[in-house]
């Protein structure tokens, strides 16, 4: 009977991992074939230097009060589209406001990443539509690129009220945004809320985003292109070089610092990698400050090899102690600040479509710069030895996620 069962275990081991086997074979397959036939390919947006308005949020409970409070004084339409959405208290809240704000006669667009927007009960996707909200998945997988079109997400995060007021960053919708959720503790995200000439190209880029992947397109209103105090531009990112260019280029252009926040450092990526340690090489203070408590799997893990590379080079590393750090941040030579939504990894280097803000403004900025240590001052400065002195258990994850790294 014991040898049965042995012969039965081996079998299905051998059948699990040949099953893995086969799958990541045909999915590297698949990335390569589609990379080789540029599949998802496509020119980065890069918009004018607008004349903006620009409020930074950093606390889910006061964005979330904002955005709601935005979208409740609506007019006209509202375009909403969020990497993800949580199945909660605060996603119920947000689904209700948008259907009743479409009952009231305003028109209502709302836009999920396919993959992100999975928690999204069916039933809830129906009562939407029931209510005259429009709505659509972005990129939804397909064949013949199976394995890549799951890769390729929609990861920007805009919204669009009447043309007025505009929003983009690092926050989703749910609880944990809130830092409601008790594994994760306290949330900290960058998030821009936009008034003026910039909330024209917000608009733009999500009617591009909609009409490609809606079979019913809608128009580009006119928003309001009043001037504001800011100067800032926005460039929307495809799967490509381009990101890689224009980070390369702010760290060729860094005579002082550098200081990048992110919730995950994995920097594959060639260009990136070696424009930041030239930058270290001309003299220029480095200091990249990650999270080490995440929501997302081996990813700490991942940046362990890049950390140890990093102090090879004289930069300085932080590790996020007070919650999850989700920001997205650049600051060079406090010259120029970078928000949006692209991680330091090379999932937005290489996979998703992403949008940064570009703020090139020395007052603006010196009001962010104190926000920025703030968030130095809540961390721990990681030494060689928290990457050397690894438990066994963290060596065995460290090898796991290195296999994976490209994807995560």
């Known amino acids: 009977m014991l040898k049965k069962i042995g012969r039965i275990f081996r079998v299905c081991l051998f059948l699990f991992i040949g099953g893995c086997l086969v799958l990541f074979v045909w999915g590297e397959i698949d990335r390569t074939m589609s990379e080789k036939n540029g599949v998802f390919s496509q020119n980065s947006s890069q918009y004018p230097m607008r004349q903006s308005d620009i409020t930074m949020y950093t606390d889910g409970k006061q964005l979330n009060n904002q955005l709601f ?3 409740e004084k609506a007019k006209h339409y509202v375009h909403i589209n969020f990497f993800s959405i949580a199945d909660d208290k605060v996603s119920h809240q947000f689904l ?16 999920l990443d396919r993959l992100g927007g999975i928690l999204l009960k069916k039933k809830e996707r129906e009562l939407l539509v029931k209510k005259g909200v429009h709505f659509t998945y972005y990129n939804k997988p397909a064949f013949p690129y199976l394995f890549s ?22 926050f989703n919708i749910g609880k944990k945004y809130l830092g409601e959720k008790e594994k994760l503790g306290y949330w900290r995200d960058y998030h821009l809320q936009i008034r ?18 809606s079979e019913k397109p809608i128009p580009i209103h006119n928003a309001v292109k009043e001037k504001g105090a800011t100067s800032q531009r926005f460039t929307a990112y495809y799967s490509g070089e381009k990101l890689g260019q224009d980070y390369a280029m702010l760290f060729q252009q860094a005579k002082e610092s550098i200081i990048i926040l992110t919730p995950y450092f994995i920097p594959k990526d060639r260009t990136i990698w070696n424009a930041l340690v030239d930058a270290r090489k001309r003299g220029v203070r480095v200091k990249i400050l990650f999270s080490p408590h995440s929501d997302a799997l081996l990813v700490k893990e991942a940046a362990y090899p890049y950390i140890r590379k990093v102090l090879k080079q ?3 590393v932080y590790g996020y102690k007070n919650g999850v750090l989700h920001g997205k941040v650049l600051l060079i030579d406090e010259k120029v600040l970078m928000v949006g939504t692209v991680n330091f990894d090379s999932r937005s280097f290489h996979l998703n479509e992403e949008m940064n803000c570009y703020i090139h403004d020395p007052i603006y900025i010196s009001r962010i710069k104190p ?4 968030d130095l001052q809540n961390s721990k400065q990681v030494t060689s030895s928290d990457v050397n002195q690894l438990s066994i258990k963290e060596k065995m994850k460290e090898k796991v996620a290195k296999m994976f790294e490209y994807y995560l």
């Open 371 to 374: 926000v920025i240590n703030a």
């Open 96 to 111: 209700e406001l948008l259907r009743k704000k479409s009952q009231e006669g305003v028109e209502v667009y709302y836009a």
């Open 149 to 170: 079109s799951l890769d390729h997400r929609n990861h920007r995060r805009i919204s669009v009220i009447d043309g007025k007021v505009g929003y983009i960053g690092g």
């Open 196 to 213: 003026g000439e910039g909330v024209q190209d917000l608009e733009h880029q999500f009617v591009l985003d909609w009409n490609k992947n």
């Open 69 to 71: 409070s935005d979208i």
């Open 314 to 316: 004289g930069m300085e």
